[in-house]
């Protein structure tokens, strides 16, 4: 079940039951406690597969879903209307559904879920699929499928989402069987939220909706083969204290994975006894805090010279849920060329796939840090190492090369003093979902988090229009914050139509659209890399353009309050005043400059080594004493 092993071919729920296994600790079949929500004792009672469905999600502790109905997910919306106990949110379009299940995943801890029906349905769940998938979101999707009896014959919207979603899915599943229902879906969330997290499917044939059946709760969940391991092993653990011990250039890189985790407090400890300088990257924004002596930034190709360099010249690279991205790593031959690697990743899958580590540590970082503190203070006790004289080299670079950005020549706003500004009034409780892109980077680099969970992004498969159905799901799992969609003007107009479903649910959300009326990523690279050939990345939506859409315009018709900002001396009231409007969505259309861009940058195929802090400029490095 990691994310890097084969899927089982034994998709179909309706399978005999497996012979009774010996009363042991590694025996298949889970015990009842093992399933989520407050393991309620329902006693047998008869009803129909779509019933089952949906008293299944209440049992499993659900409040919210997200949704679409059709028709062959049309026998569940029925019973749906009736539960007290599900709020049901309408989207506008699936993938907003699923794009909101991750945000509500990602500031509650708990699984998102999201339910759509067969066919196009269910293909506009795949790219919110994908995305959980990649960056280990929990997430539950539904789908309804045709009648079992018609399965492969083309039958009207009939996709065959189960192998479609196979690469992207820890597991998918085909029922059948209205009597399989509720153990598929308490093992579907189990499979979620254990081990590395991500999405399941569920798809339900419309004949298995509509069947009885007898539903008793809990179900006894079987799942041969998976057992994610949590306990690190302990010579390992060791093992990895004495390299830290003897270390005198040694940096935490630290990953999404201690966000879905739950780690931060333990990596901080662990930090603080070790004292070496930390980066996070642009999944782990928040889990150990910006404003901590010992965080020397972002790394990757747009993250901070100190933090990128501090990778570079290490000895010792303590991996705790990273995953070695491309994006992280540069040229992987070149990267981090000096340092042993201790990895610890709950997915043996990760370990040694990009970077051989030296000592490999399969495990919950969260239950693994704090074994490693204590092997860390007893090798501590026999022998510290001085790392003052790489403190001194972080400093240098730190007070050399900060993050910062030059105001645009054409007189327009700088997106990155937008951004900053967002964060400054907003401060640190906030939650910032960015879509993808320059406005995406800039959000990472000048918004200071100071907690996890205040940053949602889409890392891995970088998807445009990931933004404002995100913010709805976290505003949704918690409405206490002030949650706002940082997004560009060219992924703000793939899945705006959510503003609708927000404005009718009262899911009052900011969007902050960064327009510089181009796909400005893209223009970047068209600039730089293509001679400012600036091929079908104009678009008509901000300064001296026929604006299509207007935004502002837009927002009104959606029912929400919709400012514009185009002059820096208007910056800071168009934020207060978003920030005073609670009872509807905002959108703040602000007219930024398009030639903003991202710095510092490792251009893709080139070392770290070779980072530059502007165009065509590269730091200055000093002789090693």
Avoid at 179 to 207: C, S, W, Y
Avoid at 517 to 543: I, K
Wanted: aromatic residues 6%; negative net charge; proline residues 8%.
């Amino acid at each position: 079940m990691s994310k890097g092993s084969p899927i089982s071919p034994a998709l179909v729920a309706a399978r005999p039951a497996p012979p009774a296994a010996p009363a042991r600790e590694s025996a298949p079949v889970a015990p009842a406690s093992s399933v989520r929500g407050p393991n309620r004792v329902v006693a047998p009672t008869e009803m129909l597969g779509s019933a089952a469905i949906v008293r299944s999600l209440e049992e499993l502790g659900v409040d919210d879903v997200f949704g679409l109905p059709g028709g062959a997910i049309l026998p569940t919306y029925d019973p749906l209307l009736a539960s007290t106990k599900l709020r049901h949110i309408l989207v506008r379009h699936e993938q907003g559904a699923g794009h909101a299940a991750q945000g509500y995943a990602m500031v509650t801890g708990r699984p998102g879920v999201c339910i759509a029906t067969s066919g196009p349905g269910a293909t506009n769940l795949v790219t919110a699929i994908a995305d959980a998938h990649m960056d280990s979101v929990p997430m539950v999707a539904i789908t309804g499928q045709v009648s079992s009896a018609f399965i492969g014959s083309d039958a009207f919207q009939e996709a065959d989402i189960v192998g479609i979603t196979m690469p992207i899915t820890k597991h998918s599943y085909l029922v059948t069987d209205a009597q399989d229902i509720p153990r598929v879906l308490a093992e579907a969330f189990h499979i979620a939220t254990t081990g590395r997290p991500g999405p399941v499917l569920v798809d339900i044939a419309k004949d298995a909706q509509q069947s009885p059946m007898t539903f008793s709760w809990p179900p006894r969940i079987d799942i041969p083969g998976y057992r994610p391991v949590l306990r690190g092993h302990a010579k390992q653990v060791r093992e990895a204290a004495r390299l830290i011990s003897g270390s005198v250039r040694p940096v935490f890189y630290v990953g999404g994975g201690v966000v879905k985790g739950h780690a931060s407090q333990e990596l901080l400890e662990l930090a603080e006894l070790v004292g070496a300088p930390v980066v996070t990257t642009l999944m782990a924004r928040g889990v150990f805090p910006d404003s901590h002596q010992q965080h020397v930034g972002m790394p990757g190709m747009h993250g901070s010279v100190s933090a990128v360099t501090a990778l570079q010249q290490a000895d010792l690279l303590i991996t705790l849920g990273a995953r070695f991205d491309d994006r992280v790593t540069g040229v992987l031959a070149s990267f981090a060329p000096h340092a042993k690697v201790i990895h610890a990743d709950i997915d043996p899958a990760e370990i040694s796939k990009n970077r051989t580590a030296d000592v490999p540590i399969v495990g919950s970082v969260k239950e693994i840090i704090p074994e490693l503190t204590a092997a860390v203070r007893e090798a501590f006790a026999q022998d510290r190492p001085d790392i003052s004289a790489w403190w001194r080299t972080i400093d240098h670079l730190r007070e050399t090369y900060p993050v910062g950005f030059a105001q645009p020549e054409d007189g327009l706003s700088a997106p990155q003093q937008v951004i900053k500004r967002i964060g400054e009034f907003t401060g640190p409780e906030g939650v910032f979902v960015s879509g993808v892109g320059q406005h995406q980077m800039w959000a990472a680099q000048f918004i200071q988090y100071e907690r996890p969970h205040a940053w949602l992004n889409s890392g891995g498969l970088g998807t445009m229009g990931y933004s404002v159905p995100a913010a709805m799901g976290a505003k949704v799992g918690n409405p206490d914050r002030v949650v706002w969609a940082i997004d560009g003007d060219g992924c703000f107009q793939m899945t705006n139509q959510e503003l609708a479903t927000c404005v009718i649910n009262n899911i009052p959300i900011k969007v902050a659209v960064i327009n510089n009326s181009s796909l400005g990523m893209v223009r970047q690279w068209q600039t730089l890399f293509y001679e400012g050939r600036y091929s079908n990345t104009d678009l008509n939506t901000g300064h001296d353009t026929v604006r299509v859409p207007d935004f502002v315009k837009l927002a009104d018709a959606y029912g929400c309050v919709g400012l514009r900002c185009e002059r820096d001396e208007d910056i800071d009231a168009t934020i207060e005043q978003a920030l005073a409007i609670n009872d509807r969505p905002v959108v703040i259309d602000f007219v930024v400059s398009r030639d903003s861009m991202v710095w510092p940058m490792v251009p893709a195929g080139v070392s770290n080594d070779l980072i530059q802090i502007a165009r065509n400029m590269t730091p200055t490095w000093e002789q090693e004493d």
